[in-house]
């Protein structure tokens, strides 16, 4: 994937762009708004990350800009500003995601992959399946192989986003984001609880387990271990 | 703002009396001009009138009389009049005065056709006066020349009365303008004069003076009444701001320090890369430590000074959610968890901020409870609005510390090996006051039980 980073701390940028390098990406680097929208508009991006705060062009101005244009490229907003209302504003503008500095970069990696999966359009089918677990949207019906399992109505949304993001890494934070609607952190690890009873649900008296652990980044729902 | 000595001129009130008395002086200017004209017309032309007639009656005396007789009727006609009354003078074709009660043709002052006016010298008692008379002459057949005239010195007098009183009257109307106009600018000057040099001293850093306020309900005390409130306000966003800056500075110190002794350590561990590993793994933590505590400091100074953005909340979603989230948590640790929610619950605030204020509570709950506990949520509708309670099993608050816990970093000694940024209960009492929620901390007896009440709101 061909990600553009547009952000002006050159060290942060440089580590950004190593990092996404590694995980396989080609990486482009813009160091105020004006250069970002010119490569944005003049060059094959997949994805754009972009700081909120920008010389010469702001960050929100830039997406709105190249929104007008017509581009639908998936915008991942990083920003100092982390408030409730900062996010809103953000996404209005026409972001896709928004990450509050400072950051994980696994969580930015999971999320980047959300993203660039998310244009698939896999989001609207039925049926979801990860190896023999199979899950029915419009029954709500979960199986796997031959076994039924029950679920309450937050696990199944739990397990469909995990599922909907089969093999790639899903934070906490985007759980909690996508699936309670929470822009918060609390104070404990909540998440992990309802992690492990899903587990229980879905790989009890299975040999090879689905949901995987990712130290240090969050979980994979995914058929090799 | 320095006000100049010569700000008198400046104010309002002087310049509106000012304007006003210009305003009065013109109008009875006009007034008493109009009833000067009205009546200087009517004057002159009663004397013309009668001194017509006089002329009328007179030729036509001639004309019937001989030349001798109207002579001697002229004669009968002076020395029944005093020139006061009327004055008279007959002269021949050679200007010699034949009859009349003045001695010679007068030097005229101003002609106008037959129609002339003159000044003739009158005793007045011992003394004598010039008087004006206004007169008329004419000829009769055999070039003689007759005067009539009349005495118009009262009421050339009484035209001068009345332009005196007008002017007097304009001069007075300006006078009492302006003399109102300065006590009524000193007034509100030294009124204003008060109030800058106070906001004078609120600028150069005195936030608690306020505005000297007067008993009275004019608009000056209203307006500096409301100013007093507004400066109240600021003081105490100003006091709030500080707070959260002091307490920003103390919760980013100290783990600060802690980051600076893992790198420290990172780096002295050489070649140990196992002991390396542990010292970046804590910098790693700290640092999500850190955003954690900056977060809610930052949610608590959004929620302190309101200025967040408002929906309708279904209170009973919310509450079962963040009830449902924690559930698995609380059994986890061997708690039983109770979740009481009436439905249909609704109110004006902010989702995320109350979301968070309740998980808080609910975080609190497990966190400070021991195995065999038990965790009541509830929400239902009471005689105010609606009300959040949640109840734990666990240690509690001694009743004199309650107030000191809602207040920012206070963690009691006994609880300071567990996580957390110790801000938990700060943001509660910032969400609830944020929704009006009247925060009430009480013994359940044993634990802890927080309730928060809402007042019924419009929506």
Known sequence: MH?????????????????????GHTVDGAANGVDGL????????????VDRMLPKLDGLTLIQSLRATGRKTPVLILSALGDVDDRITGLRAGGD?????????????????ALIRRGDGSSADRKLRVADLELDRMTRRVTRGSKKIALTAREFQLLEFLMRHGGQVVTRTMLLESVWDYHFDPQTNVIDVHISRLRFAIDKGFDKPLLHTVRGAGYSLREDS | VKIPKFALLATSSFRLALAYSVVFACVSSLLLGAVYLAVAGIVDRETSNLIEAEVQGLREQYLQ???????????????QQDVRGAVYLLVDPAGQAVAGNI???PAVVAARGTWMQFTLTVAFGEDTREH?????????????????????????????LLLSGLFFAVFLTLLLGVGGGILMGRRILREARAMSAASQQIMSGDLSRRLPVRNTNDELNTLAREINAMLEKIEQLSLAMRTVLDSAAHDLRTPLNRLQRAAEAALGAGGDSSQSQAALEQVSAEVDAMRGTLDALLRIVLAE?????????????????VAELYEPLAQEHGLTWVATVQSGIVLRGNRQLLAQAVANLADNAVKFSSPGGRIEVTLRECATGSEITVQDTGIGIPANRRAEVLGR??????????????????LVAAVSKLHNAHLVLEDAEPGLRVRMIFQASES
């Open chain 1, 38 to 49: 010119h490569i944005a508009t003049s060059q094959p991006i997949d994805l754009l990350i």
């Open chain 1, 97 to 113: 995601d928004y990450l509050t500095k400072p950051y994980h970069i696994a969580e930015l990696l999971a999320r980047i992959d």
């Open chain 2, 103 to 105: 001695p010679n043709w």
């Open chain 2, 132 to 160: 004006q008379i206004r007169a008329r002459q004419f000829v009769l057949p055999g070039g003689y020349r007759m005067l009539v005239g009349h005495d118009v010195q009262e009421r050339q007098d009484l035209k001068r």
């Open chain 1, 3 to 23: 990600i553009l980073v547009v952000e002006d701390d050159s060290v942060a940028r440089e580590y950004l762009a190593k990092a996404l390098r590694e995980a």
């Open chain 2, 65 to 79: 009389l001989s030349h001798d007789d109207f002579i001697a009727l002229i004669h009968e006609r002076s020395e």
């Open chain 2, 305 to 321: 000074t309101g200025t967040v953005e408002r929906e309708t909340v279904d209170l009973s979603a919310l509450v079962t959610s």
């Open chain 2, 409 to 426: 970093r206070v963690r009691l000694e006994e609880t300071r090996h567990l996580p957390g940024s110790g801000l938990g209960l700060s």
